[in-house]
């Protein structure tokens, strides 16, 4: 045993760690949730402001979906520099700028008329929020080992379905009560109202963030030493690559195919999933908004009870591969529900939870073995391809909406490919965190 893992093999009492690690969680966990589900939110309200607006400025099914996917070529290219500038900068000041930025194109929205209108701000929504989610993914390795990090991260990923349970209703009811109000449609009312929260939010990231350990006056010296042990200890077989060596290295590579099948079908639910429910019968937009939730009430309990099995056993692979074919089945069996409204929504519900249940786990992966500027520039390059995947399913169903006035080829290739990346998970090398007890 060398000289470092036996000075810090010797941890403090396990009630000290789990009381410590409890107030980091409880300072910065629900606040950075609560960002998330602005932000996520801001994301995908196209996909129900699409109910109306797509009649209103006459686009294609093959338009929207384009203009949904474009998102993420101005997230591909600009990602990995705001992850590696946070990195540097720290997360206070970064995090703020990117949430300020989001807001105000997100809230431009309402002012579309044209379809290079949607195209250039939807690019310009991506470029802003490049960085957040990856940053504050790489912020979590700044504060908590890994086997800590599934809970915490499944935790804040709770923003992407808790933004379409509050979402997806309060969308659904702006829209119809807020229409021709000052002479503006609904969904116009919609963007600018639901873009407001940001501004608020990057004054309290400014407040409630610290850069590094050292910083937290609010933690005693004995509780920021013991997280200091616990990340040198967990960092000090990382590897550091060069950025090429990240591109080549043949882990991450399988990390960004799989996840890239993930994020197709996560953006197939954000983008398209008040249009599926309206195709099975659905009406009005109040229905749709609140029946869109149910889908993700359900990935919520999922991804928590997912996240925290995953960290008490310590395993990846099969938890990986087992949310993916759950995803798979659930996207399958919509097809087959037809006009049974009650059938689709179980069956969106069960995709919905499988999918969401993903990437809280994908995200342990790369820090097992990677830290540093590494680290910060493997989680950008993971997320910026892999969310690709977010421009070619919406493109794709569109399309395919446009040719045979149906969604199921689209679902069954979406399908496929979450099956093939289940089968890849369990081609990754078997990197054991250690298991945490059930007091953590």
């Known amino acids: 045993m060398d000289p470092l893992t036996a000075t810090m093999s010797a941890r403090p009492a396990s009630n000290l760690a789990d009381d410590t690690y409890r107030k980091v969680a409880l300072r910065f966990i629900p606040f950075l949730m609560l960002c998330y589900v602005v932000a996520y939110l801001d994301r995908i309200n196209i996909g129900i402001a699409k109910l109306n607006m797509q009649a209103d400025l006459h686009f294609s099914e093959a338009a929207y979906g384009l203009g949904a996917g474009i998102f993420f070529i101005g997230y591909l290219l600009f990602e990995v520099p705001s992850n590696l500038i946070l990195h540097r900068v720290g997360a206070r000041l970064w995090i703020a700028r990117i949430m300020i930025s989001w807001g105000l194109l997100s809230g431009m929205m309402a002012f579309v008329t044209e379809p290079w209108h949607y195209y250039t701000l939807r690019f310009l929504l991506g ?40 979402g997806s209703p309060l969308s659904g009811w702006v829209m119809e009560h807020f229409h021709l109000v000052g002479g503006h449609s609904g969904w116009q009312w919609m963007f600018v109202i639901e873009a407001l929260p940001t501004l608020p939010l990057a004054i309290g990231v400014l407040l409630i963030l610290n850069n590094r350990v050292q910083d937290a006056t609010w933690l005693s010296d004995e509780e920021r030493s013991l997280i200091e042990r616990d990340l040198a200890l967990d960092n000090h077989d990382h590897e550091q690559l060069s950025f090429l060596q990240v591109l080549r290295d043949t882990r991450i ?38 029946l869109s939730a149910i889908p993700y009430l359900f990935a919520i309990i999922a991804m928590v009870l997912v996240g925290r099995s995953s960290d008490h056993h310590g395993e990846r692979r099969w938890h990986l591969a087992g949310v993916m074919i759950v995803g798979a089945i659930g996207l399958i069996a919509s097809t087959f529900a037809g006009q049974n409204l009650f059938l689709a929504v179980i069956s969106l519900s069960f995709a919905a939870g499988g999918i969401i249940s993903f990437s809280p786990i994908m995200w342990t992966l790369p820090t097992t073995f990677l830290g540093g500027a590494t680290a910060a520039a493997c989680i950008g390059v993971i997320n910026s391809l892999a969310n690709l995947g977010g421009f070619v399913s919406p493109y794709l169903i569109g ?42």
């Open 127 to 166: 470029v802003a929020e490049a960085g957040f989610y990856p940053g504050v993914i790489l912020f979590l390795t700044y504060w908590f080992p890994n086997h800590r990090r599934g809970k915490m991260t499944a935790i804040f990923q709770a923003g992407i379905p808790v933004a379409g349970l509050i």
């Open 253 to 290: 590579i399988r990390i960004i195919l799989m996840t890239f099948a993930a994020m197709m079908a996560l953006y197939t639910l954000g983008f398209f999933l008040p249009t599926l429910i309206r195709d099975a019968g659905a009406t009005n937009t109040v229905q749709i908004g609140l």
């Open 399 to 440: 399309w395919i909406r446009d040719l045979y006035q149906g969604t199921t080829p689209a679902i069954y290739v979406i399908a496929g490919a979450l099956i093939l990346g289940a089968a890849m998970s369990l081609t990754l090398n078997k990197q054991k965190s250690k298991p945490v007890r059930e007091a953590d």
